[in-house]
């Protein structure tokens, strides 16, 4: 069985730090991926990572990794509230699934309320920054018996 | 006036045959081409197949075909249901557009109960599986009196 | 095994080619009568007709062709709207059922663009006028393999 | 600065292991707050834990462990959906509150698909079975820098 | 088998007979309990009452009567519209539960016209004054086959 | 004053045992008939039945009753949920009106789950099977002092 | 061209005068008739009158009155509400259609205020009593010149 | 008692005729008073005519009328849709309210499909034309025994 | 009769004055306690004050004070927005019941914007701070002539 | 700093004790008028009154007394439910506004449950009658320390 | 043909400038009626400005321009959102329509979000503060090739 | 500071003039292109183009040209309407954005009425066809002092 986990950003993210600092804090997209890696390395595992703008491309993503990686934590950024295609890309993909939210969504527009990701996740990480990433890692840790 | 039918087919219907068979049948995307195919050749036509996971890729293969192609059979998957982008790139086609869903959507999740492509199409054909395409093509060649 | 189709039509689809032939088109019920037998027969099926403007008795029908037809093809009028004991009543009736409209519903009235009976049907032709009737037998044939 | 967590059970969790397996899984209230008890020990923190099948007695615990605990981890039971008293009692706790649900409420009844204690919590976590809860312990102690 | 009823009373109920006599009539909750226990006896059970202001404590005498009671009689009152908890607690109980309303709730203000009771309840009884709880006696006699 | 009981039922109550078993019981219309005779007779009361898929004739038999019978028991199958005009017929009737539903239709379709024959009706049983039908005999007994 | 009125109405209209006085009055559809037929005389009209419980009788009479009457004053009663098989059968007449109320529907049960007939018809008169026959009569009379 | 009959119009009404003539025709404002007043006069009875595009005018002169007139006869144009202060004007007055709309606005715009003065009218008249306005004098006369 | 006023405070007001001061303000319960006090004197009346978080301890209360007290000065805290036990209980109250809110409801979040404890309040006071008890026991001196 | 408090009254209240005194009671602008006048003159304050019909008016005085009152006391009467014109004024006053309502909107029609000055209030008082005026008052001595 | 634009005002734009000026800046009305003619004058064309917080006046005022105008440059104020007279009198204003908003109104409160004036201007500039108002002008030049 | 005006342009705004020329006229992407650039070039700016069919390639765009260019125009096409994705790479984006849109949506299907641009739009300007570009970029020029 793979030791990969996917870890997959939907649009816009690669501007984190650089942008809305306020809500999403100033650590960049590379801060974040050194510590999927990190972790994941804790367990025997290392990090397939993809970020794209492109709905279409993180379906295909989707599609690559069904054969290569264990798991797959997401943040699919604004698609998580529209992205159907991205939904049921994810529904066909047999390993655990974490859905991770940097900030509590529920404290912002109505439209960020509700995920669309969220019902084929097996679980979702939401609120806690960073350390949300760090969580979704041991989370699927524990689920593979790593 | 040409003889060619566009075949397009949105996201995640790549894998049809390889998940959720208990919805999607098992037959794949290369069978009901053929199929597709062979129902065409009968009227004397050919087919133009087009799959992608993204919805600009669509979105441009509808501009394409417009100028060569009579007409055509479209499941948007995911994307019958939010690709407003697509719903106006169909209503840019002179020929008919013939709509197919394999699954009956109105036994599925809320969120598949509407199709946004539904109002730019000719006609809907949905629920009958495989033999949907089939029915599309006869669909296409009694429109234009093949 | 019958082989007998149940070809059900439900309120005003009497008056098909004498009223509001902008949307229905010219073709009368006769016609589409004959359209469905000679489909029919072409798979060694004949057709059992019936319309009726009252929901009580296409009940009542469904409840007869449950013991002598082997498929229904349905269109229901305005009844597809808003007829729960039509629905109930095909919920029934154990072989295909087949939901036609000549028009596409959803480029009209709002109130037309649901159809109560779709989710007991097997599957949906809408949008395609006399044709949707000739590829229901099509679908009907090949289902029941004919 | 207080070193204890306070876990925080609400209605009909005490049934945990005895009751809808399929849904909860067979791990009872006392394995739970084993881990949890494991997890914090590991930061060098200790756990308050209270459950309670009245919203009051929680509204009353909140203000206590206000003076006593570090943080909250709460998991409202069917009260995470109508619990408007606990959401204030929650939002003048000045610590991290993070809420856990062990079952992917997105895939249950719709009236557990939005949790009105979310947005007083600093983020949540669900889905993830017992695992749930040693995240959220070590959320806390990344929040707390223990 | 235990051969007892719980007979279970949600807030206000306390009050029959003192408030509100056009809506709930003159009998008061003791003769309630006169004539549910003698339909009881009638069946060789014995009847267990008890009621309660506090959601919280009818979730706690439901986990309680889950070990003594063979089934339960309830009338929520006003929790009967919003009381989740509730809900939650009699469905993990595994003999019949019969919901009785005094009044025809669906002739009253539009919040009292949904139980959240209702779907897990066995049965519901309502707008049948006290012979509604005569018949939830003999209705569950009949399901007990006592 | 009359000492008969009209027994009414709706679309599709004929086909009662014969179909969907797993909702309806094995329990025929006949054997339902049986039951209330059985209990009417028990309070000098005999049964006038009719059923009809007819929403008109179901009115008309209203109408009918209004002279010849001191109660109404009535299931109205899935006209329950859009007849207004046998609501309209059974607001005429001046004595008790007793509405039965087999299962609880809380648990199915949404569209079944509000009935436009409550607010017209004395009371409801509902989710009990055929024991509902018999406590609704002994409920017109009570009510009429038989 | 007809010199006949047809007067059409619907469910429970002919208990007018029996029952619910107090919002219909005490006028009999006798009565109503005789008026209809005063004011038609007046007008060198007459009136062809068909009452029925049954909406499928009503579709077929409009159907029947296609042939033999110049104008429609029709009380749909509570198929007003919901009875779209009418709608679209009075949908097919091409003479006037009048629609009359007995009573102001709009200060009723919310689901009596809005009527599927309304956007069928020339126009509408509601809340007059009797006298909206007459007016309706007269209405006719000037718009068909008599 | 008075022989008045108080014609209010609300706002553009003053352009009746030389604006939307697809929709109100070319009857002017002056046409449709002097059909009134000879109407009224058929009855012994005079008009007082007031238009005025301020609601606070309209409420005004509701007020001075009640003091006398016998009668309204009101078209509130826009103000039918949102006009909740002439509402409570019209509520005050104790003789017959006739409210007319010249077109059928159940046809036209959602907004202009409910009309909040029709629960404080006696009787609405819509889709008429100008006959409309005959037709209220008529009723105002019926109602007042002219 | 009683010179007794209840002054009833829902859950979370204990905390006044220490938390949400922004919203809230500081003072505390027992600056509020004082002032209703020595309103209440100066009508000749004395205060009889309950706090709970419970909302069963509150309707436990509204039935002790149903026989002690002449009136009712309530601030529901959260409870104002889903209590509806609390609202039955304040029905059976036969005195004057007056609603409190220290900050205008209607600036904050949309559940807050609608109480359910209105409709059985005899009058509302909100937004005017400790000013609002003050004015509320004026009105019960009013109300009872004291 | 002024010491005027202006009294502003909507559409209708003109009538008031001459209409619907069952809601509204006996007393008249001219008694409300001198009991707030009374009241103020307890604080040393005097009174501007204006009433109007006219929404416009009513925020042209609003403008007036920006310069010229220390407060406003306002009932909108019906323009309370729309009159956002009014409530855009009320925003640019700067002295506390309280919103009275006599009657208990909330006891009344839906669309009287919402009121649009609300939001713009400083404080509402609801429900209390005349009395309600004078609290207005006292709690505008206390907001301005008179 | 005329040279005049008419540019109209709703309510309280006359405040402009001396009022919340975070969201509406310092700009006057003088200053906006400045930049308006300047504007106009540099396409040989004269502006006849009027504001008023009556829609009655607003309405009248549409009318005279009729007849005086080449167009219409309009802010409506809070009467963009529920002027539906406003709307109609604009609908029968033969030259071209700019409805203008100084703020970006889809930032602000929910009500502000649709404007009932849109679908009656030619078209609409919002957000860009005096700005607008200058292209507002040059818009209508350039519409009447001045 | 750049000099540069991103013009951005949504799904098929590349077959402009090419289709539906009712609704967006002849003039070509082409020809609004050479508008936009001499009005720019009037202010000394120029103008990067770019059109895309993919919501993803929008989004890279804007992130490339917040580094390259002062001000967007843009036309999202159908994406206006769902393209969150879009919507939050704008809102990172420093300088003013301008939203145009060729026609007066809100005359259009109803999910065109809103668009989700908008709320990150500096301003939108809507219904003007090609004038509204000419516009926007004066818009600029005089956000930017050029």
Redesign the interface.
Known sequence: MSNVIALLH???L??LG???VDIYGTTTEADLLALVEKGAAGHGMTVEFFQ??????L??QV?VVRHTCAAIVING???S??G??L???L??FEGPV?EVHLS?T??REP?R????L??V????????GP??Y??AV??IA??LNK
Do not use: C, F
Request: glycine residues 10%; negative net charge.
């Open positions: 939907g649009p816009n690669n501007l650089q942008r809305e794209s703008n492109h709905e279409g491309e379906v295909d599609h950024g604004a698609l509230h529209y159907w295609s939904h049921d890309a529904a066909t974490i509590n529920s404290k439209w309320h509700t995920s669309v969220t019902p996740a097996s679980g979702t990480i939401m609120g806690l350390h949300g760090e969580l041991d989370a524990r689920l």
